[in-house]
């Protein structure tokens, strides 16, 4: 009988398979078979990047199937005396030549059987790989290789197979959801592409059967351009592409107007699913198309008739020009997951401010220790393996030199680990947000606040990081037939500065441009070269300055509506100023569109012009009376009343919120239950309930003007010290009621005015003794609600000082919408600047300064 090899502290030694059995034994009530609800991290270390492709491999706990480095497993095991692991380990194996002269492999173990990506760098011709698994029992790191069918204990044999066969962890446990994590193709490693001389056009597709112009896709293996299947709605095609695979069985096919440099979208006829396809740059370099120079296009037109140096897809990434790559501590590049783009490029800057290195990777040590027993399901943990990933230039080494090839590559190849996959990372920092959480494209400054929330409801050590962002917004509101002013402050994080169009130095040029632009739309010809607007920055900077008129201001002077307007001014500055350029706006049509400007962003940038100054000596103040309320007899007629008012949806003020990147339905919805008070109001609402799972489901009115999820919950912005709404608080004055019940109620009921009045029927007699509880429930219910108002009764932390600042960095965006394209990074670093394009690090020669979408300022020290 076969015996199983066991390997002690300092020798080896043979067990007969008895003694095996034997050995396993007092571990037997640890070891689990993983159920369907299981998450198995088989490829992704806790709290490292290391996988099997590492060099010590990667153990994988058999109670609680959570992976660990050869690091990291020693904490694992003390903190819960788990003994059994399974040892993972992929080799890199060097073929070896045969007598005939070709190369013949040198097999252990022929099957592949863990899930992991091969590395591209490395020739199919020389190399093959072998995946290896063992049994480690601590502490004594007994090994037991595996399979070992006849001389293992039947459940550890099936709790093994389990674990080898499990899935990702990764994909959504709902079957009916589309948002799975695409899976790579069986097809895509061994396509074979016919030598046909095909050559796909940068414009001007149709289907070669039907000569549709719409949903066209490109099969990768003969280079035929035909129609996608046809819709319930009219729309689509003529399955002439369906048609052609089962005709001739070529799998795959590519979408024509999805491919850009980021990737495209990908379908298998065969596996009959969207797929990934690792090697879609030469697939498609096949046919003559570079991958760097094409862009999402509406209507598959056009893709890429713009000339060398002109497309923004081009400048930003800095493409055609010999770019330097950098490794070490600082200049590790994130690979794309498929649109993760967006975060790969916020957490490359973020990581980049000292005050988060010290947070997360300071703290590293102490963060690890403390850990809960489940450490991919804690911020604090991911965002340090996050910082430490990037920093510690452990995953950004140089390419072995030539000259040491030999001597590395002898039995086993050890392959440079560059860049980092934050898998982990963003299946749990997007759980159950219904955007980030899927595979689309996402809004680099939605996200970006999304983080911030995420670090101010986790804090780590005496300080929290997000504090270098924070400030006070003074806000003036005047009423222009009384001249009274009311002055209020609210916290912010970024400052948003509005593009001047009308400010451009180049008019001329763009009407000219726009002409001959459409002239060649009409005639199906190429476009003309781009020409780009040219703002100034004094005059983006003078309209975040200049009063804004205030929709259906209620001016309490005049008890009646009045023209008002409203001006902002920096109440404290923070540490880092983020400034991010409007450059997302709807047309009249509401089609998302995005102004492609140029705006030289200055290297040095001064606003100590716009710190407030106050109530100035001769302004009188607005009285502080709410606005007043007709009151029904019957107390749910008044609600209905109420709102039948309020159904009137400010469209202005809908366009003002769209123009920020926010989804339509949630702007109609933030107008409505802020009352058409104003965009400025309603933002506050959309920013208190942006991670709701119906967010930007559409309005939808119950009997009593309420929705089910929200109520009108929001309705006015949360003020510094938590208290609710003003206007809320007045309606339920104008009932009848007390103030300190009203206020209380409101609390009791997170700001939902339906609600907070049941709650006043079902309690009649005033609870101030509960005040303390109240508090504390409002703390929780605000704190992952809305991240601009300070929790409880703590003062706002803000870290004011001058407001010089000088520029260091800058993210991004190419493409049409917030939704597509795709996000690069430049960061100022040691002197110079460089470029992060996910896994790519490269010196940059021209920072697009001009191109930015979300710029980074560091306070000057005075």
């Not at 080898?164 to 074979?192: F, G, I, M, N």
């Not at 101030?768 to 991240?787: G, K, Q, R, T, Y």
């Amino acid at each position: 009988m076969q015996r199983a090899a066991l390997f002690g502290g300092g020798g080896d030694a043979q067990m007969a398979a008895g003694d095996v059995g034997e050995l396993l034994v007092p571990y037997m009530p640890t070891i689990r078979v993983p159920k369907s609800g299981d998450r198995v991290y088989k490829t992704e270390c806790a709290f490292s990047y290391d996988s099997p492709d590492s060099e010590g491999g990667l153990y994988v706990c058999m109670n609680t199937f959570l992976g660990f480095g050869r690091e990291h497993i020693e904490r694992h095991y003390r903190k819960t005396g788990q003994c059994v692991y399974m040892h993972l380990k992929r080799h890199v194996i060097e073929k070896v030549p045969g007598a005939s002269g070709g190369a013949l492999p040198k097999r252990r173990n022929a099957k592949l059987f863990l899930d992991l990506e091969t590395n591209g760098d490395l020739s199919s011709d020389d190399f093959e790989y072998e995946d290896e698994a063992k049994l480690v029992i601590f502490p004594d790191h007994y090994e037991i290789s595996l399979p070992n069918i006849e001389e293992l204990p039947a459940l550890v044999t099936i709790a093994c197979d389990a674990l080898l066969s499990a899935k990702s962890p990764y994909r959504k446990q709902d079957p009916d959801s589309w948002e799975e994590e695409l899976q790579a193709s069986k097809h895509a490693k061994t396509l074979v592409q016919l030598d046909n001389g095909v050559r796909i056009p940068p414009s001007g597709w149709k289907c070669s059967k039907c000569d549709l112009r719409e949903n066209l896709w490109l099969n990768l293996t003969d280079g035929s351009v035909l129609c996608g299947k046809w819709f319930f709605d009219g729309s689509g095609g003529n399955g002439h592409a369906l048609e052609h695979y089962k005709e001739m069985g070529y799998p795959l096919a590519v979408k024509l107007g999805t491919i850009t440099p980021d990737g495209a979208d990908v379908y298998s006829f065969d596996e009959e699913e969207p797929v990934l396809d690792p090697h879609i740059a030469k697939h498609l370099a096949h046919f003559g198309i570079d991958m760097l120079q094409m862009q999402v296009t509406e209507n598959g037109l056009r893709d890429n008739d713009i000339k060398p140096r002109v497309s923004e897809w081009e400048v930003i990434q800095e493409a055609g020009m010999k770019l330097k790559p950098m490794y070490g501590p600082g200049y590790t590049g994130m690979k794309n997951l498929g649109n993760s783009c967006y975060l790969n490029a916020v957490m490359q800057a973020i990581f980049s401010i000292p005050e988060f290195q010290r947070a997360y990777v300071g703290n590293l040590p102490r963060i690890f220790d403390y850990s809960p027993l489940d450490p991919t399901q804690d911020f604090n943990t991911q965002m340090a393996k996050l910082g430490h990933g990037l920093l510690s230039g452990q995953y950004s080494k140089p390419p072995v030199k030539s000259e040491l090839i030999e001597q590395v590559m002898k039995e086993e190849h050890k392959p440079q680990l560059n860049g980092i996959s934050p898998r982990m990372f963003k299946a749990f920092i997007s759980k159950d947000h219904p955007e980030f959480s899927s595979n689309r494209q996402q809004d680099a400054q939605e996200f970006f606040l999304h983080l911030i929330n995420l670090v101010e409801r986790n804090p780590v050590g005496s300080e929290n990081p997000s504090d270098v962002f924070r400030f006070l917004v003074e806000e003036r509101t005047q009423c222009c037939q009384s001249r009274k002013v009311r002055y209020t402050e609210r916290v912010d994080y970024i400052m948003q500065l509005p593009v001047a169009m009308e400010a451009a130095t180049n008019k001329d040029e763009l009407i000219a441009y726009e002409l001959k632009r459409r002239e060649a739309e009409a005639a199906r010809r190429a476009p003309p070269e781009l020409v780009r607007a040219k703002i100034p920055f004094s005059a983006c900077l003078q309209a975040f300055s200049e009063p804004n008129n205030v929709d259906d201001f209620w001016s309490s002077a005049l008890q009646a509506k009045s023209a008002g307007v409203k001006t902002s001014r920096f109440a404290s500055f923070p540490e880092y100023l983020v400034v991010q350029i409007k450059k997302f706006t709807f047309g009249l049509d509401w089609v998302p569109k995005k102004l492609d400007v140029s705006i030289e962003m200055p290297d040095i940038l001064d606003i100590n012009h716009l710190r407030a100054v106050g109530l100035q000596p001769g302004e009188e103040e607005l009285p502080d009376v709410a606005p007043p309320i007709i009151i029904p007899d019957d107390p749910k007629d008044r609600m209905m009343n109420h709102f039948m008012d309020s159904l009137d949806i400010d469209e202005s003020a809908v366009m003002q919120l769209a123009e920020m990147g926010f989804p339509l339905e949630a702007c109609r919805k933030a107008v409505y239950y802020t009352g058409n008070l104003g965009a400025e109001v309603a933002f506050n609402w959309i920013i208190a309930h942006m991670e709701e799972p119906d967010f930007a489901e559409p309005l939808a009115i119950s009997a009593f003007g309420g929705v089910a999820s929200t109520g009108v919950a929001g309705l006015g912005a949360v003020g510094l010290d938590n208290q609710p709404p003003e206007e809320m608080v007045a309606i339920i004055i104008s009932m009848g009621f007390q103030r300190n019940v009203a206020i209380q109620a409101l609390k009791t009921t997170n700001n939902n005015l339906e609600r907070a009045l049941e709650w006043i029927f079902s309690h009649p007699e005033p609870e101030e003794e509960s005040e303390p509880a109240l508090d504390v429930m409002d703390m929780e219910n605000n704190v992952n609600a809305n991240i601009l108002a300070a929790t409880g009764s703590e003062e706002p932390r803000i870290k004011d000082g001058p407001g010089r600042y000088e520029l260091f960095g800058f993210i991004s965006h190419m493409g049409t919408s917030t939704m597509s394209g795709h996000y690069v990074c430049h960061l100022k670093k040691e002197g110079r600047w460089v470029i992060y394009n996910d896994l790519k690090v490269c010196a940059s020669e021209r920072p697009p300064k001009d191109l930015g979408y979300i710029y980074f300022y560091h306070r000057i020290p005075s």
